[in-house]
């Protein structure tokens, strides 16, 4: 049996009346688009490998075909098992063969049942103990990984793919150039499993509750969704690691709001533990105050802004004082 992909897309789709007058500026648009595509793959291409198999798992429809009857039959790919293969592209392991990690099984199509059984590599199998990867500190990673609630619970089912998944992975915290993006890619991990039944059941049997109804004790609930990773209320800062994996039980979460809100607030040693993001981005933490861009009340302060505070509450204090006393010398 062999496995070929076919693609149909009827000409008339590209054809509407209503789209003929942006003829011209869509296809200037797609020809930038694929001249920037093609420079990034060809300045990181893919590997012959992982293009075969992207050739079926890169698409939601792939074709069978009957070697001995000769007849063929499309079938509808698992959602589950389709790679993205831009988000591929854009992500750390994109060099990589798929082989590296899955089982070599995989060359052989039909792929046997046994292979979902197969152990894939984890990451301290290429990362650990290796110089190259020092500086991320991946066995200290492991060690607060081991600790978290997480592990303890469900056991060797949680692996750092669980969270970071493999095909995708990019190195946002340090490489973003706005805390927002952080933020944004950090808490779609935890909505990953956290906001989808069928992922969560995947690890637990106990019932899911919604997020909501479990924060209904915070305020602004929103805001804090949207502006703060989930990890810095529910982890264990650890100043030594860019950022904490030891995920801690939802009654030593953090619910005391001048933990954050205040000068010294525990965002320093984590959010905000990026201090190169402000030297990318030419932004100083004025220039975030002023933009609103994931300002936190009580945790930005400006030393200079606070200084001239003072110094206005005073002349004006001044002025009221001396104001009512020259009124009582003229009564």
Not at 4 to 16: A, G, K
Not at 88 to 114: I, K, L
Not at 200 to 220: A, F, G, S
Not at 238 to 249: E, F, G, K, Q, R
Request: charged share 20%; glycine share 4%; with cysteine.
């Amino acid at each position: 049996m062999r496995v070929h992909f076919l693609t149909e897309v009827h000409p008339s789709y590209f054809i509407q009346n209503h789209m003929l007058n942006r003829i011209p500026v869509l296809f200037i648009l797609v020809l930038l688009t694929c001249g920037w595509n093609s420079a990034g793959q060809e300045n990181n291409p893919l590997k012959e490998g992982a293009k075969a198999c992207l050739r079926c798992h890169g698409e939601p429809v792939y074709t069978l075909i009957n070697s001995f009857t000769d007849q063929s039959q499309k079938k509808m790919m698992n959602p589950y098992l389709i790679i993205d293969s831009v988000k591929f592209h854009q992500g750390v392991h994109r060099t990589f063969n798929c082989t590296d990690c899955h089982d070599s099984g995989y060359e052989t199509y039909p792929h046997s049942a046994d292979l979902k059984m197969m152990p894939m590599a984890n990451c301290l199998d290429c990362h650990g103990g290796d110089d190259t990867y020092a500086k991320y500190q991946f066995e200290r990673i492991d060690e607060e990984f081991i600790k978290s609630i997480h592990v303890q619970h469900v056991g060797d089912k949680f692996t750092c793919s669980s969270c970071h998944d493999q095909h995708y992975y990019q190195s946002v915290a340090r490489n973003a150039s706005s805390v927002q993006e952080i933020v944004d890619y950090n808490n779609e991990m935890c909505k990953d499993c956290h906001g989808s039944t069928a992922k969560y059941r995947l690890l637990t049997d106990k019932m899911q509750r919604p997020l909501n109804e479990i924060h209904d004790w915070l305020p602004n609930q929103q805001l804090h969704f949207d502006n703060v990773r989930c990890i810095e209320c529910h982890t264990q800062v650890t100043d030594t690691l860019m950022v904490s994996h030891n995920i801690l039980a939802k009654e030593q979460a953090r619910k005391n709001c001048s933990e954050c809100h205040s000068a010294n607030s525990v965002l320093r040693a984590s959010l905000y533990k990026y201090e190169n993001l402000q030297s990318r981005s030419g932004k100083g933490t004025l220039n975030a105050v002023i933009q609103n861009e994931s300002y936190i009340i009580g945790a930005n302060q400006v030393p200079a802004l606070k200084i001239l505070s003072i110094i206005f509450l005073v002349l004006a204090l001044a002025g009221i004082f001396t104001h009512s006393f020259f009124r009582f010398l003229k009564k």
